[in-house]
C-alpha cells in the first residue's frame, strides 16, 4: 500500500508543479503539488458554473424568438411588431421577466437534495412548457439546483486549493459560469431559425451540465477539512496526501485539526456570525455580492439580444453580437485566473470600476442623444459602437467583479462560520439577481437611457466602498485572515476584539 502511494506520488510529481504553501506566522512550507485528480475535482465542480452561467444567457435569448412569444406573451410579441410602439418599452411585461427572474428567487431556499433531483425536473417541465405557469415553475425548479451549486462550489474550491493559487482555482467557476453564457448564445443563434420549436430546444439543453455535475459529484472527493471536522480524521489525512500528492502531509494536516477543534467551539454558527467579531468578512461578502449585481452586468447578459434589437440590429445580428459579448466574458476571465494570484483582488476591482463607469455613461450618452422613445434607431455606426462599449463593460466585470465576488466571501469567513456566511453571501446575489432581472426591462422602459447613468452611479459606490473598505487577501492562508487582514486594517480592526478570536491558526 506503502510502495503504491509512493508510486502515485511521484507519478504525480511527473505531471505538477511545485508549490509552497506558508504557514501563518510561522516560516514553515508545505509542501505540495497540483495534482491530476486536484485538476479533475475542479474540472468537475467547475460544471455548477456553467450550468448557472446556461441558465443566465438561455433566457434572454428565448425572450427575444418570436416562437416563444407567440406562445406564452402574445402580448409582447404584438407590441414587438408595431414599430411607431415606444423603443424602450418592447418588451416590458411582468410576466415575462418573471420567466427570467424566477430561478433566481428559488435558488434562495436550495438544498443538496434539489441540485441532484430538480435541476433535472426543472429542465423537463421547461423544455415540455404547455403553458405559462409551467414555465416558470420549471424555472423554479431549475432554481433549487443553481442556488445549491452557488453555495457549495466555490467553498469546495476555496479549501482543497493550494494558497498561492486559491484565487486562479476559484475562479474556473467563474470561467464555467461564461462559458455557460457562451453556449447559450451560440445555442440560442442556432436555435432561433428552428421553427417552431427552436426554443425547446434551448431550454432543453440546459439538462446536460446539470447531469453532469450530478454524475461528477460522484466522482470527487469530499475536502480534508470536511472529512476531519466530522471526526473522519484518518480519511482526512488520506484524502489531503491524494489531493497534495505527496506522502508527508503532517504539518498541513495538523494545521486543519487545529482548525476544525476551533470550529468545534462554537456551537451556534449563525449566532457567532451575528457577532462584532464576524462583521468584516459578512458586511464585505453581502456587499461584494449587491454590487455585483449593480453593475448591471446580469441586465445586460439577460436581455443581450433584446438590448441589441433596442439599439437597431435584426434578429440575427442581434444574436450574433450576444455570441461575440459571451466570447469577450470568457476570454476575460481567462484573464482574471492568470492576474488575480500576481496583481492581487483590489487593483483589478478598482481598475475595472474606471472602466466600467466609462463604458455605461458613454452609452448612456449615445443612447439619450440618438435613440429617442419613438422614431428611428441608432445608425449602423452608433449601434455598433453600442455593442464594443458593452464589450469594454463586460471586459472589465469579467476579471475584477465577476470572479471575485465569489472568490472573496469564500476565503475571509472562518472555518466555523464559512458555510452559512458563504450561505448569507449565496441568498443575497440570488435576491438581488431576482430583483434585476425582474425590473431591468421595466426600468429600461420607464428611466430608458437612464438607466446606464442608475448604473453608473452604483460603480462609482463600489469603487469608493474598495478603496476604503476592502483589503487585499492575496496570498493570505484562510485560516489567517482575521491576524493578517482584519487585524491590520484601519476600519475593521475595531470590530475585532481580542478574547473574541481564535488564535493564530496555520493554512487549511
Known amino acids: 500500500m506503502k510502495k503504491a502511494n509512493l508510486k502515485e506520488a511521484t507519478k504525480a510529481r511527473e505531471l505538477s508543479m511545485l508549490l509552497v504553501v506558508s504557514g501563518s506566522g510561522e516560516n514553515q512550507e508545505f509542501e505540495g503539488r497540483i495534482t491530476v485528480y486536484v485538476t479533475v475535482c475542479v474540472i468537475i465542480a467547475a460544471f455548477g458554473g456553467l450550468m448557472f452561467g446556461y441558465d443566465v444567457g438561455i433566457s434572454g435569448g428565448v425572450t427575444f424568438m418570436d416562437d416563444f412569444l407567440k406562445k406564452f406573451f402574445p402580448v409582447v410579441y404584438k407590441k414587438k411588431q408595431h414599430a411607431h410602439e415606444n423603443n424602450y418599452c418592447k418588451y416590458d411585461n411582468q410576466s415575462l421577466q418573471l420567466f427570467t427572474s424566477s430561478l433566481y428567487i428559488a435558488a434562495l431556499i436550495a438544498s443538496f437534495v434539489a441540485s441532484k ?250 443612447l439619450f442623444k440618438g435613440l429617442k422613445a419613438t422614431g428611428a434607431n441608432l445608425s449602423k455606426g452608433e449601434a455598433i459602437f453600442v455593442v464594443v462599449l458593452v464589450c469594454t463593460f463586460v471586459m472589465g466585470f469579467a476579471w475584477s467583479w465577476g470572479p471575485l465576488g465569489w472568490l472573496i466571501p469564500s476565503e475571509t469567513f472562518p472555518l466555523e462560520t464559512r458555510s452559512v456566511g458563504f450561505a448569507f453571501a449565496v441568498s443575497t446575489n440570488m435576491l438581488f439577481t431576482f430583483v434585476i432581472a425582474q425590473a431591468f426591462l421595466s426600468m429600461l422602459c420607464k428611466m430608458q437611457a437612464g438607466i446606464f447613468f442608475f448604473f453608473a452611479a452604483w460603480i462609482i459606490i463600489m469603487g469608493v466602498f474598495t478603496w476604503f473598505l476592502l483589503p487585499e487577501t492575496k496570498g493570505v492562508p484562510v485560516d489567517s485572515m482575521v491576524d493578517k487582514v482584519w487585524k491590520q486594517h484601519w476600519f475593521w480592526r475595531s470590530f475585532v476584539a481580542e478574547d473574541e478570536f481564535r488564535t493564530d491558526v496555520k493554512v487549511v
Open 117 to 366: 433531483v430538480c435541476s433535472k425536473a426543472g429542465v423537463v417541465l421547461t423544455a415540455g412548457d404547455l403553458n405559462i405557469e409551467m414555465i416558470i415553475f420549471g424555472r423554479i425548479f431549475l432554481g433549487f439546483g443553481v442556488g445549491f451549486a452557488n453555495q457549495a462550489v466555490p467553498l469546495f474550491l476555496s479549501e482543497i486549493a493550494p494558497t498561492n493559487i486559491r484565487g486562479a482555482l476559484n475562479i474556473s467557476f467563474q470561467l464555467f459560469i461564461t462559458i455557460g453564457i457562451l453556449l447559450s448564445n451560440l445555442v440560442n443563434y442556432f436555435t432561433a431559425n428552428i421553427h417552431p420549436h427552436g426554443w425547446r430546444i434551448s431550454l432543453g439543453i440546459a439538462g446536460i451540465p446539470a447531469s453532469m455535475l450530478c454524475v461528477g459529484s460522484i466522482l470527487i472527493c469530499e475536502t480534508p477539512t470536511s472529512l476531519i471536522e466530522r471526526h473522519k480524521v484518518e480519511k482526512g489525512r488520506k484524502v489531503l496526501r491524494k489531493i497534495r500528492g505527496v506522502e508527508n502531509v503532517d504539518d498541513e494536516f495538523d494545521s486543519i485539526v487545529h482548525a476544525c477543534e476551533m470550529a468545534r467551539q462554537v456551537k451556534d454558527p449563525f449566532r457567532k456570525l451575528m457577532k462584532p467579531v464576524s462583521r468584516p468578512p459578512l458586511v464585505i461578502a453581502i456587499c461584494m455580492q449587491i454590487f455585483q449585481q449593480f453593475t448591471g452586468i446580469n441586465a445586460v447578459m439577460f436581455y443581450a439580444p433584446v438590448l441589441f434589437q433596442t439599439v437597431g440590429f435584426g434578429n440575427d445580428a442581434a444574436l450574433l453580437s450576444s455570441v461575440i459579448t459571451g466570447l469577450v466574458n470568457v476570454f476575460s476571465t481567462i484573464i482574471s485566473i492568470y492576474l488575480v494570484d500576481k496583481a492581487g483582488r483590489r487593483i483589478l476591482l478598482l481598475e475595472a470600476c474606471v472602466q466600467m463607469l466609462i463604458s455605461q455613461v458613454i452609452i448612456g450618452i449615445i
